[in-house]
């Protein structure tokens, strides 16, 4: 079914999931971080890998990034490979980011 919708509440967007071009899976959003001055979404915190809350590693995504998949709903299009994930270095869940540290950017 595709996404017909124009917005979506932030609650609703938690926990879609997020694959690439190629069907991999990347993950879900955990989370979506507010820039308060300009009042738009900065960024999604996206989970990936692990299981059951172990190992898993948190990744600031630009909000501009994410596009939502047009034939299925719940799911946003990611283009970077799932490789790039194995091996940048994400956050933990007590330490997230300021996102205008350029050492948070995941390199595309």
Known sequence: M??????????????????NWAKENLGKI???????????????????????????????IPWSQLKPDAER??????DIPKEKFDEARGFNKDQWPDVVDPDWKLQT
């Open 30 to 60: 955990k989370d979506l971080m507010i820039d308060l001055a300009s009042g738009r979404v900065a960024y999604a915190v996206l989970i990936f890998g692990g299981t059951w809350g172990m190992g898993e590693k948190l990744f600031a």
């Open 2 to 19: 595709p996404l017909s919708r124009k917005t979506l509440s932030a609650s609703t967007i938690m926990d879609f999931k997020v694959e």
């Open 73 to 78: 709903e719940g799911i946003f299009i990611l």
